[in-house]
């Protein structure tokens, strides 16, 4: 039967199939000429790493789940040298058991390693690189994976590990292969085409960069014998730094600002010292909010007051590392971090450190709008919101790195919208589209956030993968990618209306996370802490705002519809929104003439009246009158940073967009805290970068500067500035068309406006 170019190790135990394990595999080829040519296709269950010859090349492979599986295709040749080359792979496999490992990568019943390939000389002498029993393998019993929370661990990256001579050089040439095995080679019908993963199809986004970097300052000494000047020098590479024997030394270093990378730490003799990395966002003060005990935060670089929570690691050195060949530490996975604390416990030997960096890591975001206004508190909001964005892309849009790293649905249409107006890139939202799709449940429904191994049901999430669709139509129009997502959508809302009542609003669907079937979230308002972002009406029965919601995912497929010239689900789709509006205009306004939160509740909140306003289930004097109240007077659950889009949105609509000055007073207040990226929440401040707030982005580019698409497609661009409280603003906006550059300014009452659009693009004000 013939190989399938599968390999796993022959000595995997019942044990191993437990826990999260690292397996390591090694391929010699020898070269007789220099090399001419060298290219493989790689890929693993669950991750594998790279190496030729000692260096790092690639990590992979990108997301997929049970139903397909990527592969990454790389050329090597600039790894490649004649005489001896040593391919060497490490590969991190999760168990079956989803809560056993990350949750958002996906494993299959076969463990394993894949690759093809080969490399060429230049006398056309050809080394077969493919994986077979020609390969040799080790497992890596000294490091260890363990579960970053009790209760809700999404991650598990985080290592207890020791130093192993053994394996101390084991991806160099030099290294010699005592006591590994004969890599176990699978035969096809071992491993089935039809699914994952065996259903192998090349990656669809660019790789990640990765560029070297070094930790910026010293944050805290206070428990350290060195000075300053001492561990700038070793941050630097400038100088190693001793511990003497049966010390404690402790450190507190500063990346400057919130980062993702690839931590590295070069050691030296300390045989039994162990190096313990706690990674933090932020420095919290004493005391919790919430019923998930979330640190009061205030100034996140207040170390007198405050002190670092987060995830650690923890290394013991084996000993074997000398001043020229270091013993080095890289955990596994990306860290997330702003600061490091550093403390190191040495035993009968001092320990010697040589260096500490990181390797920046990322999807390569290429920014190329400009926005200038005349608010000029506006640029830090920028910069931190540009960081937030690309700190939660890799190789999926993510909630937050630091907790989660889960593509949800609600915070990626947002996410996705800011890449449009600064980069005009739509690459890793195809792959949001598809692997969002290929989450549907039998009744309808899109798990709220995927890839991910668990069930995760946020009934309303589902309406926002239509508006993510739609936003991909009016700025690419790629019809076939419309049409092919089309049964998703109809779906999505075919769940909805199978769970009308006879009143005709959506009946309770959901409740509180943890205690009910599904999760009705709507926001992280504080008045919602106790019922995990669900309004409180949900408590007492349906609720307004998902009937809303179905109403605007109603008014959006049949935009949808239309583009595809399907003219009857047009009509069909917008007459279901109709009724559903007359049903909540009859059950669920009060005598206030504001939509209350659930049917005969008299509980408001500014949510049910954004969502009125933009759905238009009220006229716009209605609307904005309701709106007002919501922001002139008490008693009124306020919109947070997750749903500041949509109220932006319904400002815009009701002409009342210079109330944005206050609101943006939210992000004010994260810059006077010294945060380097946007907070998920004012009232539930987990994460401190979240990319549902990087809402400038957005705000600026297509609202102040007023640059949109009005057709689908780019094929026709809106330019209607919305001036608000400002007075002039201008910039540069990369769109699918080619780039606008627009500049305006309101003199002695004037407005005036001058504007550069590509060739053919037509313009509507």
């Known amino acids: ?117 080969a490399a060429q000389d230049m006398e056309d002498n050809i080394c077969d690189l493919s994986a077979d029993a020609s390969w040799r393998c080790r497992k890596d019993e000294l490091v260890s994976f363990y579960r970053e929370e009790e209760r809700f661990a999404p991650l598990v990256i985080h290592e207890h590990a020791e130093g192993s001579k053994e394996l101390f050089g084991w991806r160099e040439c030099e290294y010699r292969e005592e006591g590994w095995l004969q890599a176990k080679a699978y035969i096809r019908k071992q491993v089935s085409e039809a699914v994952s993963p ?23 000494l206070r428990e350290s014998s060195y000075t300053e000047n001492d561990w700038m020098d070793f941050i630097n590479g400038e100088k190693a730094l001793t511990i003497p024997a049966h010390t404690e030394e402790t450190v507190v270093l500063d990346a400057g600002v919130e980062k993702t990378g690839y931590i590295r730490l070069a050691l030296s003799g300390g045989t039994g010292a162990r190096a313990d990395f706690l990674y933090s966002e932020a ?34 050195a084996g000993g074997f590392g000398t001043a020229e060949n270091n013993e080095v530490y890289e955990p596994y996975w990306f860290r997330t971090f702003r600061f490091i604390r550093l403390r190191i416990r040495t035993e009968e030997e001092p320990l010697t450190i040589h260096s500490l960096d990181y390797e920046e890591t990322g999807y390569p975001l290429e920014v190329s709008t400009e926005v200038e206004t005349s608010d000029e508190s506006l640029k830090k909001i920028w910069e931190i919101s540009e960081r937030t964005l690309k700190l939660c892309m890799h190789e999926t849009y993510e909630d937050c790195p630091f907790y989660e790293q889960l593509q949800y649905i609600m915070d990626s249409r947002t996410q996705i919208l800011y890449t449009y107006a600064v980069s005009g890139d739509d690459r890793l939202a195809r792959k949001c589209l598809d692997d969002l799709r290929r989450s549907q449940r039998y ?20 309406i926002y993968y239509i508006l993510m669709l739609y936003d991909h139509m009016m700025y690419f129009g790629d019809r076939e990618i419309i049409a092919a997502y089309m049964p998703v959508v109809e779906q999505i809302l075919h769940f909805f209306e199978r769970h009308l009542t006879k009143e005709g609003y959506v009946e309770k669907v959901g409740g509180v996370n943890m205690d009910a079937r599904f999760w009705s979230f709507i926001d992280w308002a504080e008045e919602w802490n106790d019922t995990s972002g669900m309004p409180t009406a949900g408590l007492k029965g349906p609720l307004t705002m998902e009937s809303l919601l179905y109403i605007y995912g109603l008014q ?79 008693g009124f659950t306020q919109c947070t940073v997750a749903m500041r889009f949509y109220l932006f949105r319904a400002l815009e609509k009701a002409g009342l967009y210079r109330y944005t000055d206050m609101y943006w007073n939210t992000w004010r207040e994260m810059i006077r805290n010294h945060c380097t990226t946007c907070v998920e929440s004012e009232a539930y401040a987990r994460s401190e970068c ?51 550059k627009v500049s305006w300014r309101i003199q002695d009452g004037a407005f005036k406006i001058d504007y550069e659009v590509p060739r053919d693009i037509e313009v509507v004000r």
């Open 1 to 117: 039967m013939k190989d399938s170019n599968w390999i796993w190790t022959p000595q995997w135990t019942a044990e191993d199939k437990e826990i999260p394990r690292i397996v390591l595999f090694r391929k010699t080829a020898e070269l007789f000429a220099e090399p001419k040519k060298g290219s493989i296709r790689i890929s693993a269950d669950t991750r594998y790493k790279l190496y030729i010859n000692g260096r790092l090349v690639e990590t992979g492979p990108s997301r997929g789940d049970h139903q397909i599986w990527f592969y990454d295709e790389i050329d090597i040749l600039p790894y490649l040298k004649k005489g001896k080359n040593v391919i060497g792979v490490s590969v991190l496999r999760y168990p079956e058991d989803p809560a056993a490992g990350n949750h958002g990568m996906f494993r299959t019943s076969v463990p394993g390693l894949y690759v093809t390939g």
């Open 198 to 220: 065996g259903n192998l199809k090349p990656r669809n986004i660019p790789f990640l960069y990765r560029k070297k970097r070094r930790l910026e300052g010293v944050m805290d």
């Open 283 to 316: 420095y919290v003060q004493e005391g919790f909010v919430g019923p998930e005990h979330i640190p009061v935060k205030k100034d996140r670089t207040d170390k007198i007051n405050g002190h670092l929570q987060g995830y650690e690691d923890y290394y013991r």
């Open 443 to 462: 009744d309808g429904l899109l798990n709220c956030n995927y890839p991910n191994c668990n069930p995760n049901i946020i009934p309303g999430f589902s």
């Open 556 to 634: 959006h497929a049949a935009r949808l519809m239309e583009y595809l010239e399907r003219s009857e689900d047009v009509k069909r789709l917008s007459k279901r929104a109709e009724d559903v509006q007359r049903a909540l205009l009859k059950y669920c306004v009060g005598e206030n003439g504001m939509l209350q939160d659930g049917p005969g509740v008299e509980e408001y909140s500014q949510h049910c009246q954004v969502f009125a306003l933009l759905t238009d289930t009220v006229d716009l004097e209605t609307g904005k009158r309701n709106l007002l109240r919501t922001i002139n007077e008490k």
């Open 690 to 740: 979240h990319g549902w707030g990087a809402l400038i982005l957005y705000e600026l580019p297509a609202i102040t500067l007023g640059v949109r698409p009005a057709a689908p497609g780019c094929r026709k661009l809106r330019i209607a500035p919305v001036t608000g409280y400002m007075t002039h603003a201008s910039g540069k906006v990369k769109t699918p068309a080619g780039e606008v």
